[in-house]
Every structure is written in C-alpha cells, then in structure tokens.
C-alpha cells in the first residue's frame, strides 16, 4: 500500500528557525564569546566554553577573544529568538530552518563546527528569509 506523505505548508514570513552562528566577511567567527546568549536562553539550550587567559584569542581583528566551545542543545531550543536580540555583535542569529534530524541524541548538540556551517550552506536563502521578514523586526 502506497503512504500518504503530508504536504510541507510553506514557512510564514517571520518564522523563527533554529539559530546558527554568523562568520564576518572574511570567514572569521563574529562571537566574542559574551555569554549572554547563554544567559538570557530560557531553556538553558546553549553551552559556552570561553577561551580562558591561555586561550586561544580571535581569528580576527578588532576582537579579544572566541569561544573555545560553543554548542547549541537543539533538543531543549525553543526558537524564541532571545539569543539573536541580546547579542551586542550580531553573531547569533535564527534562520528560517525548521526541519532537521539525528540518529541519535548526540546528533542534536549542534557544536561550534556545525553552527557556523549552516552559514556557509545556506547564506543565500537565510538572507533572502531576512530581506522578507525585514518588516517584523
Ligand atoms: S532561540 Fe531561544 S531557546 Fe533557542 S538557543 Fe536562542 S535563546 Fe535559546
Ligand atoms: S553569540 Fe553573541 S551573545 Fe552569544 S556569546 Fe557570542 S557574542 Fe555573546
């Protein structure tokens, strides 16, 4: 027997997704290593390891330091968007993805690595979100 699939609706304009971290334009990572998103998250989704006095300082100018870890629980993520509001570097920031999966738990502690990846897949439909949903922000 043939099954159904139920058919994807569309995204509104100003859905929030899950949030990914933002590289500058020279490919560098923006974040600072602040911890207010840490702080101000209500479900305590995000993990930050900052870099220390011995750490590693930031891979560009005009920045003292990133975080040596930086991890998102996309199990606990709400997509309240409270992470992208209280960043001071707009280093943070929702997409409109909504759809993503594991095989296991681990799968869904997005890591530094991967959250800055999402940038580098998707930066042209993210900025296209953005451009759309200019209006409710
Ligand atoms: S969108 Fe909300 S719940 Fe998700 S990481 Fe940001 S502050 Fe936390
Ligand atoms: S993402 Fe923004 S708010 Fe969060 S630690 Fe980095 S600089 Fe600070």
Excluded: W
């Excluded at 330091?65 to 629980?73: D, H, L, R, S, V």
């Excluded at 709400?78 to 993503?100: K, M, N, Q, R």
């Excluded at 738990?105 to 690595?113: N, V, W």
């Excluded at 940038?119 to 993210?126: A, P």
């Amino acid at each position: 027997m043939e099954r159904t699939r139920r058919k994807h609706r569309g995204i509104i304009d100003g859905y929030r997704g899950a949030p990914y971290l933002v590289k500058d334009q020279a490919g560098n990572t923006k974040c600072v290593s602040c911890q207010l998103c840490e702080f101000v998250c209500p479900p305590k989704a995000i993990r930050i390891v900052p870099p220390g006095p011995a750490g590693q300082l930031a891979d560009r100018p005009n920045a003292e330091k990133m975080p040596a870890e930086f991890e998102i629980n996309m199990l606990r993520c709400i997509f309240c968007g409270f992470c992208e509001e209280s960043c001071p570097v707009d280093s943070i920031v929702e997409t409109h993805i909504l759809e993503y999966h594991g095989e296991k738990r681990g799968d869904l502690y997005f890591t530094k690595d991967m959250l800055l990846a999402v940038g580098d897949r998707y930066e042209g439909e993210i900025a296209a979100a953005k451009a759309a949903d200019a209006k409710y922000r």
